[in-house]
């Protein structure tokens, strides 16, 4: 037998068949479930949504559990360590013959500062189990009440605070780690005998099951062993309550631990290029996961953007021992590509119904885990339910996107993509803008290369799911209510709009938009805005322009950290800097339990319904569509012949009503097509309907009285006068009315509609005696008595010179003064 295959054996014989253990668990495998989940995996141990309520006992019991999981997945790492340090002392053993598998230089490369890695993790392990051992004898020996005490005496922060000392090894590792596979693929094609090694690396559990890898996957295990050590500090941090000694050493370890990520995240963004002819270099620029629609069919993927192309790619998880893989979906070239957005694009109504049953799901199965801190119902029942709630999410984050980027390629191919976040799409978009402006040298790539590096390259790991996180102390949960003022520092007159996102679990809408406003520098809307939040930590703002017949352009956005130390259940008002544009708006917080998620709730009607009742709903003094009719007359009708005395078409006037009692959005966006003509209708028709006239009945006679006052002057002061006992939303929205009307009449030479002419189509609308046709006594009134005295009331009114301004919004009433945020 060769010397290599007897060093093999003999090494096979003394260390792998002695190493011990449930190989069962692979805490690297996401879909291992074992009876006790390792804290390295991507499913942690189960730990309440929040710890800042349990008492320090509880703490404790789950910082034992921890520690336990821990070790079990040490000694599941020795294991892999000690079958890499087999087979390179086998292939050392063999590169001193005369008939070597690899040069000794070979064999330095692919294991380096393996050895010095099992040493640090064999100090570690043997350390952390002594300590846990002696913690056990004395729980055994000390009575049930004891065993608190004996739980505080546990410290580990000095071992931890050590092991993290030594990660500078790792850094050697990961420098060397693509030139030790590029020297395993190299000889694995080269030499049968080492293929064979290579190809089938075996390591025994403690039940004597093996388990078959390859030696490059054992070798991208110490690369995720380094990249978790961050998430079981942080395990352990929240577990450890802050007077405990061990809390400032596992802090230091954590900053230490973070600061060495940050460093080799630092140093590998260099080494993210891939060489191709001609001298040219790829670079990869961004990647992430968005829904990709083939045929109607939506599915996840993971994109990757290139300094030249687009690759989009499917994940794959590999089998056990196996390294996980991308495969190939499609590609674009930048060079010519052209890109379009849709805003609007809408749900089919069975979607939308079946995304909600998965959200009432969601929300059900999580108060479950919520509710399951102790563990009673086992382990296995909390990883397997879990489980299901990731795949939950995963259909949600697939199905409920409605944010569409279509690509299309000069060669004809195209691409629709769907993104679940508006500020998520603009950064995609605005990547993709800056690297199409320039001139690229389109190259067919080496597809098979390219998209075996993705498991190199990526720097998203995986779909971000929030089911899989904690839920931090300082993330909120309840009402976010935002009320969207005004916007300045636009550099031409636009219609635009604001878009307000939340982060958080999807159980609840996540985005809402204002109505766009009219064509203007300084755009206002006084629109408020409210989001039901669980776990919500940032939220996005963006400034939109909305273009008849074109793509809407993203002027600016921002970022805006959401506290609640810096939240209350008071208005606060701020100004943000999104690029050019500064937004006004402002913030309150409400925090509570939420309820189930319930069927989307629908926009309650605005027709027929009394003013008051319709302006608290949107949190206004002027309803929008009076505004929003107002503001689309001035901007196109002040110039059209008998506006507001020839009225639009009945099917027209009937279908905006019909928007706006529905969805105030779609409305503004029909308003922006519609005659308008039809636009004055539906305003007046809104007057019509109301329940109330706009003028309070009780009023009627005061005001008909004052008609007799021959002074106009005097009959002007007593008229405002009388104006001011009316209530607010009545007295604001008549004159805001009246302001606009005043302003169509300046231009009665075009329009040809004087105050008088606008005082006898509104007059009848806007005050009506308590009973059309009765006097206060009973009498019968002459219903053309009636007619002129609503005209004369209102056309007076149009005459004042010095009428209040009218107040179009409440006041948000703040904490502080007014700040300005620059983001």
């Not at 697939?398 to 508006?422: A, E, M, N, Q």
Request: some cysteine.
């Amino acid at each position: 037998m060769e010397v290599y295959q007897e060093a093999l054996s003999y090494l096979e014989t003394q260390n792998v068949a002695e190493a011990g253990g449930d190989i069962l668990e692979d805490v690297f495998q996401e879909e291992a479930v074992s009876c006790f989940l390792s804290p390295f995996s991507s499913e942690s141990i189960d730990f309440p949504d929040t710890l800042t309520s349990c008492t320090h006992e509880d703490m404790l019991e789950k910082k034992l559990a921890v520690l336990r999981g821990i070790l079990e997945s040490e000694e599941v790492y020795l294991r892999e360590l000690d079958a890499l340090l087999t087979h390179m002392k086998a292939l050392r053993a063999s590169a001193g013959t005369s008939q070597p598998v690899l040069s000794s230089q070979q064999v330095q490369t692919i294991f380096y500062q393996v050895p010095e890695l099992r040493v640090v993790h064999q100090s570690f392990f043997s350390g952390l189990k002594a300590r846990l051992s002696a913690h056990s004898q004395a729980e055994m020996s000390s009575a049930q009440e004891m065993v608190m005490c004996s739980n505080y005496k546990l410290e580990v922060g000095d071992l931890f605070l050590k092991m993290v000392n030594s990660l500078g090894l790792y850094g050697g590792f990961i420098e060397n780690y693509e030139k030790a596979v590029e020297v395993v693929r190299k000889c694995t094609q080269s030499n049968p005998r080492f293929r064979t090694l290579a190809e089938s690396m075996y390591i025994n559990g403690a039940d004597k099951v093996r388990t078959t890898y390859t030696l490059e996957a054992l070798l991208y295990k110490p690369l995720d062993r380094v990249t978790k050590t961050t998430l079981v500090l942080r395990d352990l941090l929240k577990t450890t309550p802050v007077e405990h000694k061990d809390h400032a050493a596992l802090q230091e370890a954590l900053r230490l631990s973070q600061s060495f990520l940050s460093g080799v995240n630092e140093s590998s963004q260099s080494k993210r290029e891939v060489k191709l002819t001609h001298g040219m270099r790829r670079q990869l620029m961004c990647d992430g996961f968005v829904v990709d629609e083939s045929e109607g069919v939506r599915s996840l993927r993971h994109l990757f953007l290139y300094t030249d192309l687009l690759l989009c790619t499917r994940f794959k998880h590999a089998a056990r021992g196996k390294q996980d893989q991308y495969r190939f979906s499609w590609y674009l070239p930048l060079g010519g590509l052209r890109l379009r957005w849709v805003t609007g694009h809408e749900r089919p109504p069975d979607t939308t119904v079946r995304l909600q049953t998965l959200r009432t799901k969601m929300f059900l199965l999580r108060q479950q885990l919520h509710q399951n801190t102790k563990g009673t119902r086992g382990l296995t029942w909390t990883a397997r339910n879990r489980k299901k709630l990731e795949q939950m999410e995963l259909l949600l984050l697939t199905y409920s996107p409605v944010y569409r980027l279509d690509l299309h390629s000069p060669s004809g191919k195209s691409h629709t993509l769907f993104f679940s976040s508006l500020y998520i799409l603009e950064e995609w978009r605005d990547t993709l803008h800056k690297l199409t402006a320039e001139n690229i040298e389109t190259i067919p790539p080496d597809l098979l290369t390219l998209t075996s590096a993705c498991v190199k390259l990526r720097m998203t790991q995986q779909p971000h799911l929030h089911c899989s996180e904690a839920e931090d102390e300082t993330s909120l949960c309840g009402t976010v209510s935002v009320a969207i003022h005004s916007a300045s520092g636009l550099q031409e007159p636009a219609c635009v709009y604001v878009c307000v996102e939340v982060d958080g679990y999807e159980f609840y809408d996540q985005q809402a938009q204002t109505h766009s406003s009219v064509r203007s520098l300084n755009p206002h809307w006084d629109q408020e805005l409210s989001f039901q939040v669980d776990g919500a930590q940032k939220m996005m703002v963006l400034c939109v322009s909305q273009s008849n017949g074109q793509e809407d352009t993203v002027l600016g956005k921002t970022t805006v950290q959401l506290e609640s130390k810096s939240l209350s259940s008071r208005w606060r008002r701020q100004t943000l800097q999104l690029g050019q544009v500064e937004v006004t708006l402002s913030m309150k917080y409400c925090p509570h339990q939420l309820e189930a998620p319930g069927s989307p709730v629908q926009q309650p009607p605005v027709f027929c319904v009394p003013i008051e009742k319709v302006a608290q709903q949107e949190g206004v003094l002027v309803p929008h569509l009076v505004r929003c009719c107002v503001e689309e007359v001035e901007r196109r009708g002040m110039d059209e012949v008998g506006i507001y005395r020839i009225s639009g078409t009945a099917t027209d006037i009937s279908s905006l009503k019909a928007a706006f009692n529905s969805n105030l959005r779609e409305a503004v966006t029909k308003l922006r097509s519609a005659e308008v003509n039809a636009v004055s209708g539906v305003l007046k028709l809104y007057f019509r309907e109301l329940p109330e006239p706009l003028i309070p009945t009780d009023l009627f006679q005061s005001l008909a009285n004052t008609l007799d006052i021959q002074d106009l002057n005097s009959r002007l002061v007593s008229m405002l006068s009388l104006l001011q006992s009316s209530p607010d939303v009545n007295r604001n929205t008549f004159l805001y009315l009246l302001h606009h009307l005043q302003r169509v009449a300046q231009r009665h030479d075009v329009n040809k509609m004087t105050l008088l002419n606008l005082a006898t189509v509104f007059g009848p609308s806007l005050l009506r005696p308590p009973v059309a046709g009765l006097e206060q006594n009973g009498a019968t009134v002459d219903i053309s008595q009636e007619v002129v005295i609503q005209v004369q009331v209102v056309f007076s009114y149009l005459q004042s010179n010095n009428l209040p301004e009218a107040q179009t919004s409440a006041l948000y009433s703040s904490d502080t003064e007014d700040e300005t945020t620059h983001m």
